[in-house]
T-cell receptor
């Protein structure tokens, strides 16, 4: 089942902060975050696992609330290079090692 | 290290025809995932191959099929093409799940399929 991302789109000025949320109706085993720039392939940002383990880029921070079945991606002191579409992918215990991706959040950072 | 490659970059087909898309994973990766990215729908999981076997498939009709070769490259076949099959098809390679979860996926640039 496709997770719901919010907001759908956000515009920031360079240096501002943003939070992107990902919510699922099913119990989650892991949440994966990817960023896709226009015309390019999605790029891995972070994996958050049930139990607290995380793997990802040092400059990216995210949270995973297992009880609420939600994850949030925190973009602080945004840079122009942060612009793109952010996707969360969720994995639950019976997804058979498949990710269900949300529709994406479009982020534009302006000078 | 070479990344994931896909061919062709663009493919134009007529409704009812068949399309074949190809993917070469990163060296050492045995798992290949296929996704469909249609406008406004995000990434939709299509198929997962590992060690030459189809391990899982998404909610797509049987006319979407594929295979994985001994060198771990993969092919996606779409039969009886329909207009709504027009989309960007992405493949991603990864190491097989070792710790009970999907690992970091490396995506290729995609094949843009247009059905007229």
């Amino acid at each position: 089942q496709q997770p719901v991302q919010s907001p759908q789109a956000v515009i920031l000025r360079e240096g501002e902060d943003a939070v992107i949320n990902c919510s699922s109706s099913k119990a989650l085993y892991s949440v994966h975050w990817y960023r896709q720039k226009h015309g390019e392939a999605p790029v891995f940002l972070m994996i958050l696992l049930k139990g607290g383990e995380q793997k990802g880029h040092e400059k990216i921070s995210a949270s995973f609330n297992e009880k609420k079945q939600q994850s949030s991606l925190y973009l602080t002191a945004s840079q122009l290079s942060y612009s793109g579409t952010y996707f969360c992918g969720t994995e639950n215990s019976n997804s058979g090692y498949a990710l269900n991706f949300g529709k994406g959040t479009s982020l534009l950072v302006t000078p | 290290e070479a990344g994931v490659t896909q061919s062709p970059t663009h493919l134009i087909k007529t409704r009812g025809q068949q399309a074949t898309l190809r993917c070469s994973p990163i060296s050492g990766h045995t798992s290949v995932y296929w996704y469909q990215q249609a406008l406004g729908l995000g990434l939709q999981f299509l198929l997962w191959y590992d060690e030459g076997e189809e391990r899982n498939r998404g909610n797509f009709p049987p006319r979407f099929s594929g295979r994985q070769f001994p060198n771990y490259s993969s092919e996606l076949n779409v039969n009886a093409l329909e207009l709504e099959d027009s989309a960007l098809y992405l493949c991603a390679s990864t190491l097989p799940p070792a710790s009970g979860s999907i690992d970091e996926q490396y995506f290729g640039p995609g094949t843009r399929l247009t059905v007229t």
